[in-house]
């Protein structure tokens, strides 16, 4: 059966696959669009498997938050170039998963492999990626959380950096959140509070203050007391509420929230391109 270049655009149209691989897939197909399709998507889930392996550290973190604030979803999806991270397709593609998560609830990557839309699961919908792009694609990181306050986003200029900051209770001007969001961005905090940090990771800066001052040659009980105050100097700098303000730095975050009669922080999550969850 002859294949015309009408056949091939439409079934490119369809796919967004290139316009040989279309021609290849119809010619195998003996012009059947629905087994061409098919076809198609079998190569991207060769694709998809051969390139399990490679390393995808470019991409794209977004983020968006329902309109009276009690909801928000971030999401990561990679790719192995930032040529591909620029593409307007691939951007369409990974706002449709971002939508896909935050009206399904979705709280894990994992879970959202399973979700179907327009006829194919994200997963399905990965693989089809994969043919077309040639690269490596996969959804890395999803967060989705509700909350009886006030959810802000911040997303860093070149979608590499996103975060999402709970406040606890209704925050009456916006900027006051984007500055701590902001925050959190740049300064990369480890908890909202003193509470919220590791007890072994305390411990361990305890434990390497105390033998740096013996290593100096403090007396024992000198050097006990003077690591606490290192210790506090740690939870000023790895501590959100107790951090120096970017803006101000006479002002602790804290302050500044109090100083606007703004509610505190609840939680907060911090999404870096790249970056282990």
Request: proline share 1%; charged share 35%; with cysteine.
């Amino acid at each position: 059966m002859s294949i015309s270049a009408a056949d091939v655009k439409k079934l490119r149209d369809m796919t967004g696959a290139g316009m040989m691989d279309c021609k290849k897939a119809l010619d195998e197909a003996d012009g059947d669009f629905d087994q061409a399709v098919e076809l198609l998507r079998k190569k991207g889930q060769k694709v998809s498997e051969k390139r399990a392996d490679r390393e995808a550290n470019q991409g794209l973190i977004l983020s968006r938050v329902s309109d009276d604030a009690s909801k928000a979803t971030a999401i990561e999806i990679n790719c192995e170039t930032d040529f591909v991270a620029r593409n307007e397709e691939f951007q369409g593609d990974a706002e449709n998963f971002l939508n896909v998560a935050f009206e399904n609830d979705i709280e894990n990557a994992d879970d959202l492999l399973s979700v179907e839309f327009d006829g194919l699961t994200v997963e399905k919908h990965l693989e089809e990626m994969v043919g077309k792009i040639g690269e490596k694609i996969e959804v890395s990181k999803v967060v989705t959380t509700t909350s009886e306050g006030t959810l802000i986003s911040y997303i860093h200029p070149g979608n590499q950096l996103g975060v999402l900051v709970e406040f606890d209770g209704e925050l009456n001007d916006e900027s006051i959140g984007k500055d701590v969001a902001m925050q959190v961005a740049a300064m990369k905090p480890l908890a909202v509070t003193r509470d919220g940090v590791d007890s072994s990771l305390v411990e361990k800066e305890l434990e390497i203050a105390k033998e740096q001052l013996l290593n100096e040659g403090k007396p024992e009980h000198i050097a006990e007391k003077a690591a606490k105050g290192k210790l506090r100097r740690f939870y000023e700098e790895r501590v959100l509420l107790e951090q120096k303000f970017v803006k101000d730095n006479s002002l602790s975050v804290q302050a500044y929230l109090e100083e606007n009669d703004a509610p505190l922080v609840k939680a907060f999550h911090r999404l870096q391109l790249g970056e282990d969850a």
